[in-house]
């Protein structure tokens, strides 16, 4: 199996870094609250389902966490390379520790996903679950133009996050999710603007493709595709 290596990058910051449970002691406990709480292999499970290419040669999974989407993807498509991007060193150990348990080479590199250290045209399909509400909404837009760059002509993009809610009860959910993580970054996801905003990025179709009802409010399923 080929060696993992973290690999890091000089990254110019403008989001303040949100660690995945906003404070980094809660970050080994990343995994059992969201499998316990927000019914993660289903939403995750449709994502990977939703890839209109089934033979992807490479994906990129940005804000990859524990790397649980990352490991995902390399199950349903053995045959394809993957990367996870990170920008929190914590989170990667665990990550690291994860896809060495399952024996599965997937390369962990820390990095931004509004500055990707990846070369035009690179990848079928790119994925990111629950990171983009942690973005400013300039860095949401940065970072899908950012995404559009490294897709090749016909590529993918497969996003789970909060989207906007479809009834009052999702919306009252989604305040605790607001004061954990900010309202500043999350308001945007509540107003269901991040179509318009993959849209405004080079992307000339987007799509919401379903929504799934947690005790965190609704996670939205969206993809859009390079053309």
């Not at 997937?106 to 990095?111: M, N, S, T, V």
């Amino acid at each position: 199996m080929k060696k993992i290596i973290i690999k890091s990058k000089t990254m110019a910051t403008s989001t303040t870094y949100i660690p995945a449970l906003k404070y980094n002691w809660l970050t080994k406990f990343y995994d059992f609250l969201i499998q316990a709480f927000l019914k993660e292999k289903s939403w995750k499970t449709y994502l990977i389902e939703s890839f209109s290419n089934k033979s992807p040669q490479s994906i990129l999974d940005i804000g990859t966490g524990t790397a649980t989407l990352s490991i995902m993807v390399k199950q349903a498509y053995p045959q394809a390379n993957i990367a996870g991007l990170d920008g929190d060193d914590k989170i990667l150990v665990i990550a690291k520790s994860k896809v060495l348990q399952q024996g599965l080479n997937i390369d962990l590199i820390r990095g931004m996903s509004y500055e990707l250290p990846f070369p035009d045209n690179h990848f079928d399909v790119v994925t990111s679950s629950l990171m983009i509400h942690h973005l400013s909404d300039e860095d949401k837009v940065r970072t899908f133009e950012e995404v559009f760059r490294v897709l090749k002509p016909g590529g993918e993009f497969c996003i789970a996050d909060w989207g906007k809610p479809d009834a009052k009860s999702s919306r009252l959910l989604f305040y605790w999710v607001q004061f954990l993580d900010g309202f500043k970054t999350t308001s945007s996801n509540v107003k269901g603007l991040l179509p318009k905003f993959l849209s405004a990025s080079g992307f000339a179709i987007v799509n919401e493709l379903k929504k799934y009802k947690t005790i965190g409010g609704s996670i939205s399923i969206y993809k859009a595709r390079k053309v």
